[in-house]
């Protein structure tokens, strides 16, 4: 079982930068693959980035890529969403989820792969 929580969102303007924060609780967060999903008012959650348990492998979606950076810290328990370059279109409740399975060998966009969720942060961009 691992529980998760965000922190790091708030109001920035067009072109400026956050960083979200995930910090998970249990011991094995280590050997979970970590995601990162939105959603914003009237639209389905849609996946942002996923990190391999290991940290040696990433995947963006194409709307994110080049802008935003995931990254995790097994020390730390926490996996981390640098975003740069924020457009009005990032708003969005940002949620971080952990995957079903341990150790996996391939990072995956696919929502349901993923069984543990937080609350979510709000990340709002002002044009």
């Known amino acids: 079982q691992v529980q998760l929580v965000e922190s790091g969102g708030g109001l920035v303007q067009t072109g400026g930068s956050l960083r979200l924060s995930c910090a998970a609780s249990?011991?094995?967060?280590?050997?979970?693959?970590m995601g990162w999903f939105r959603q914003a008012p009237g639209k389905e959650r849609e996946f942002v980035a996923a990190?391999?348990?290991?940290?040696?492998?990433?995947y963006y979606a194409d709307s994110v890529k080049g802008r935003f950076t995931i990254s995790r810290d097994n020390a730390k328990n926490t996996v981390y969403l640098q975003m740069n370059s924020l457009k009005p279109e990032d708003t969005a409740v940002y949620y971080c989820?952990?995957?079903?399975?341990?150790?996996?060998?391939?990072?995956?966009?696919?929502?349901?792969?993923?069984?543990?969720w937080g609350q979510g942060t709000q990340v709002t961009v002002s044009s």
């Open positions: 989820a952990a995957d079903r399975y341990l150790r996996r060998a391939i990072v995956i966009s696919t929502m349901r792969t993923y069984d543990y």
């Open positions: 249990g011991r094995t967060f280590s050997s979970y693959n």
């Open positions: 990190i391999k348990w290991s940290g040696d492998s990433t």
